[in-house]
């Protein structure tokens, strides 16, 4: 019976996992469990940086952006000696499962993990790229969306005042659902993702007919799993002969207050990830299908690739 549980976050940081961290821990100790904080993600695992939780300490963070618990990369955790010290810090601490939080790297460190201890472990999926397979939603897609959308409004107004076009590259390396929806909600000229194959001399076609047509100015959002974004802007400039300037959204989409949306997402997440641990469901990841609560086998999600919704595809040729 699991009576003992410690949380952690690793990976990329992205808001909202304040949320999922504060439900865990309220919703585990509402059950009489114990509740341990990992701090650094999987490098504090395997330096023993576990401490306990009480409900006081995850007061005052739900509207913080990042996580409290801190998080990083830890080459050794890696290793199966890294990953044999992980285990035996959480069996001195005589903890009984595990909850983590976090992206794709996040997930397969746990499966690898759960291949060689058999611990019990269930993942919350927290990125805002929001590509884990079998889930619609990831924690904090919904903020960057709309610090994306917020950053391609005030570069709409300089592209206009100059009649320039702006090439944006936004977050997306391997799935494009953060620049395609934040480019349909900013009204993008043209949306390039990863999942199909970039044709500059299509794109190029389409400002030129653009501009034909008295449009002075374009907002261009590129996936920076679409190549070099230098490279790209360059021929694009070469080849239609217009003012074009680049800008890149880095670290910056990680950060911020998050959205209710996000607060609210993530806070039902923790709440189930907890409950299905302590009654013993666990080698698993929890996500939203249609707005309702779904579970998702960890090797599912860790092994099978998320596609971008079509819809939405089809959605940005026509309104473009």
Request: glycine residues 10%; neutral net charge.
């Amino acid at each position: 019976m699991i009576k003992s549980i410690a949380v952690l976050t690793s990976g990329t940081d992205s808001p909202g996992m304040n949320a999922a961290i504060r439900a865990v821990t309220r919703t585990a100790l509402f059950e009489k469990s114990i509740v341990w904080g990992v701090t650094d993600g999987y490098y504090g695992l395997v330096h023993d940086q576990i401490e306990p939780l009480k409900s006081t300490s995850v007061s005052d963070i739900i509207q913080r952006g990042g996580t409290f618990l801190g998080t990083s990369f830890c080459p050794e955790f890696e290793t199966s000696a890294g990953r044999k010290k992980a285990f035996d810090n959480l069996k001195k601490h005589e903890i009984d499962g595990m909850i983590v939080i976090g992206g794709d790297g996040t997930m397969r460190g746990a499966k690898i993990f759960n291949d060689e201890f058999d611990f019990p472990i269930v993942g919350i999926p927290a990125t805002i790229e929001n590509d884990i397979w079998g889930t619609d939603y990831t924690i904090g897609c919904d903020t960057a969306a709309n610090t994306v959308v917020e950053a391609l409004n005030k570069l709409r107004d300089t592209a206009l005042s100059h009649r320039r076009v702006i090439v944006v590259e936004v977050a997306g390396k391997k799935c494009g659902w953060l620049p395609m929806v934040s480019g349909i909600a900013s009204g993008a000229a043209y949306i390039l993702v990863p999942e199909y194959k970039v044709d500059i001399d299509e794109l190029v076609e389409e400002l030129k007919k653009r501009h034909s047509c008295g449009k002075t100015y374009s907002l261009i959002v590129v996936a920076d799993g679409c190549g070099d974004i230098m490279k790209i802007g360059k021929e694009i400039a070469d080849k239609t002969k217009l003012d074009t300037r680049i800008s890149v959204l880095g670290l910056i989409l990680r950060g911020g207050s998050p959205s209710v949306e996000d607060r609210v997402k993530a806070s039902r997440l923790g709440e189930k990830a907890a409950l299905a641990l302590l009654s013993g469901l666990y080698n698993m990841v929890v996500g939203y299908k249609k707005n309702d609560i779904v579970t998702i086998a960890l090797n599912d999600a860790v092994n099978d690739k998320k596609d971008l919704d079509r819809e939405y595809v089809r959605l940005s040729k026509i309104l473009t």
